[in-house]
């Protein structure tokens, strides 16, 4: 059977990958000693491969941290077949074979990529409840600091009063 690794990344064409039907493992990381390089933050230098073993393809992650994202749930090891999606930090991943052995359901689905102007109007709402927040807890931090105050002059009456 034919197997390869549909490769989605945000403005650029997809890339097909071909896996070696033997199971030589195929690197996915940062660095540049990887097959696949991914040129993203959110991926370790070693971050994952996959391998065939006993007949079956598997992503697994080099470490806790690089996590396989499977729509939202970072988890390690995954098996694969024909179809499977998941993603490493943005890019997305599908595995590919003959079209007799894919899944009818053919795992789950990515939401659809955002415009820039879309993510730019997010980050700025985000910022603006990160504002708010923090004016809040500066408020806060003023009443605790009156409060404080009050405490204290008023231990302080109650310590340099006589005694009844």
Known sequence: MYE???M???GQQETEIHLDGEGEPVTIGSGPDNQI???DPAVLPKHAYIAK????WLVLGYDAKGGIDLTGTLTTPLE???GFRFAIGSTKFELGGDAASMPQ???PTFPKEESREETIRKLHAAMERSET???QVTQAQAEIAS???TTQQLLKTLTEAPPL
């Open 8 to 10: 989605r990344r945000r």
């Open 4 to 6: 390869y690794l549909i």
């Open 37 to 39: 390089i991914l040129d």
């Open 147 to 149: 409060q404080l105050a």
């Open 133 to 135: 927040e923090l004016t």
């Open 53 to 56: 073993v006993s007949g079956h």
């Open 80 to 82: 694969l077949t024909p």
């Open 105 to 107: 359901f053919p795992g």
